[in-house]
C-alpha cells in the first residue's frame, strides 16, 4: 500500500497536466461515479472514481493508458479503449488519455 501512495506522490509532482493543467468536469452518465479531466498542452489524464458498493459502468469513450488503480495497488500501464468503462466497488482510475 505505501508503495502505491509512493507512486501517486510520484505522478502528481511529475504530471504537468496534475501541477498546472485546468481543471474539466466529464458527464459519466451514471450518478455514482464521478469523472473529470486535467489537461495541458502536453498531456491530457481522466480520473474516474466509483463511490457505490457495486460495480459500475460509466458511459465514456476512453482510449488511453491506466496510471493508476486503486484495486490493483499499483500503477500500470495498461492500454484502455472502451466505450464504457467499468469501475469496481470504490474504485478509481489515472488513464492518460492519447493525443
Do not use: W
Not at 14 to 39: I, Q
Not at 73 to 99: A, D, F, S, V, W
Amino acid at each position: 500500500m505505501l508503495s502505491f501512495f509512493k507512486e501517486l506522490i510520484h505522478y502528481r509532482k511529475n504530471s504537468p497536466a496534475l501541477l498546472t493543467g485546468s481543471y474539466k468536469p466529464m458527464e459519466s452518465g451514471n450518478e455514482h461515479v464521478f469523472v473529470f479531466g486535467r489537461e495541458c498542452a502536453s498531456e491530457k489524464l481522466l480520473a474516474a472514481i466509483n463511490f457505490s458498493d457495486s460495480e459500475e459502468i460509466a458511459a465514456l469513450s476512453v482510449d488511453g493508458t491506466l496510471l493508476c488503480n486503486t484495486h490493483r495497488g499499483k500503477c500500470g500501464g495498461e492500454k484502455i479503449q472502451t466505450t464504457q468503462l467499468k469501475l469496481k466497488p470504490y474504485e478509481g482510475l489515472i488513464i492518460r488519455l492519447n493525443q
